[in-house]
């Protein structure tokens, strides 16, 4: 092997390495289940499938600002509701109907959509039900 194909592939085996560092560590993160917006006061957050059955349940004692949510992690001032004895919720299964409440000091928030992965979650339509207004759809 020439010196200047020597170094080439130590320049190719380096990038494979750092390609895999990356993929790895990306792969550990937890994503959010929910981004919110703002931040915002959340007084509770339920996640439940699309015939009602509430998977995942958290509520805080007094409103608390929250930037996301991450599914089956109680935020600090929030207790778990369901499942009950803080049991970790089951996962989620990818292509599954869900829907996410999210109660707010400013209204109801319903987020309707897809499991991705088993804590990850994509919206598909939205509904708004602000204090002293009627439900509406939100874009």
């Not at 509520?59 to 049991?87: C, D, K, W």
């Amino acid at each position: 092997m020439s010196r200047s194909s020597h170094r080439w592939y130590l320049y190719l085996l380096a990038l494979a390495m750092v390609i895999v560092w990356f993929v790895s560590n990306r792969a550990a993160e937890r994503l959010p289940l929910l981004v919110i917006s703002g931040p915002t006061d959340l007084e509770t957050f339920a996640i439940a499938k699309e015939d009602g059955e509430v998977l995942w349940s958290i509520a805080a004692s007094e409103p608390r600002t929250l930037s996301r949510i991450e599914y089956g992690s109680v935020p600090a001032g929030f207790h778990q509701m369901v499942p009950e004895g803080n049991e970790p919720p089951r996962s989620l299964i990818a292509g599954e109907w869900l829907e996410c409440e999210t109660v707010t000091g400013d209204g109801v928030f319903i987020h309707q959509g897809l499991a991705t992965g088993p804590e990850t979650f994509n919206p598909v339509t939205s509904t708004m039900s602000l204090v002293g207004s009627e439900a509406r759809p939100s874009d």
